[in-house]
């Protein structure tokens, strides 16, 4: 059964340090893989995403990720967080009509 | 191009009523869907329309329907609202699944059902 596992409820972290949020699927076939962001009372907003070819990906606002098949991992990561990157972060796998979401990461940035 | 707009922003009901969440995309998608978050759970999809005229039960789908009225606008129904229907609802939209292509998400909709 496809699904994705986001093993982390809430992270902190001080303004500038690094970041990397973790995001662990099971999909039977070649997944799309997705990170979104989703500000307070805001919808959600893609940030990256990975069909296929390379498996380091970049995005908006200075986030990257790393696509591991051999762990069924799609780690969001950034060099410097900024304290306007705080909010809920969301995994999600594809294709198919079913986008299936992780639970969600809340990031706290502290000065 | 306003990308996906949902109607009401907010909205309280009382157990029993009924309402219909409206959702509607200038994009040309084709594919419209309509997603729930609670917190701890994600977003998990209810209801999704892969093309005009066709619709699908997701994950979450007792207690509501959809109507995909044309290719712009997908509606969602409540017709007896009950407490455990009060979440935050997004509606989304995307080229058809097998082009690759992310979901579109509108703002969402925060219904209470006292």
């Known amino acids: 059964a496809q699904s994705v596992t986001q093993p982390d409820i809430h992270i902190t972290v001080s303004e500038g340090a690094s970041l990397e949020l973790r995001c662990n699927y099971s999909y039977g076939a070649t997944p799309y893989l997705f990170w979104y962001v989703q500000s307070p009372g805001q919808g959600l907003q893609l940030l990256l995403k990975y069909f296929s070819g390379d498996t380091l990906v970049q995005g908006i606002k200075g986030f990257e990720a790393e696509f591991k098949r051999s762990q069924s991992s799609f780690n969001l990561r950034k060099p410097s967080v900024h304290w306007s990157d705080a909010a809920e972060y969301f995994c999600a796998v594809g294709p198919g009509n079913q986008f299936y979401f992780g639970t969600g990461t809340s990031l706290t940035v502290i000065p | 191009n306003a990308g996906v707009t949902q109607t009401p922003k907010f909205q309280v009901l009382k157990t029993g009523q009924s309402m219909t969440l409206q959702c509607a995309q200038d994009?040309?998608?084709?594919?419209m869907y309509w997603y729930r978050q609670d917190p701890g759970m994600g977003l998990r999809l209810i209801y999704y329309?892969?093309?005009?005229?066709?619709?699908d039960k997701g994950e979450v789908p007792n207690g509501y329907n959809v109507s995909r009225l044309n290719k712009r606008e997908f509606s969602l129904r409540l017709e007896s609202a009950a407490p455990s229907q009060t979440s935050v609802y997004f509606c989304?939209?995307?080229?058809?699944?097998?082009?690759?292509?992310?979901?579109?998400f509108g703002p969402g909709t925060r219904l209470t059902v006292t």
């Open positions: 994009m040309n998608h084709n594919s």
């Open positions: 329309s892969a093309s005009e005229g066709t619709t």
């Open positions: 989304a939209s995307s080229v058809p699944p097998n082009r690759g292509s992310e979901q579109y």
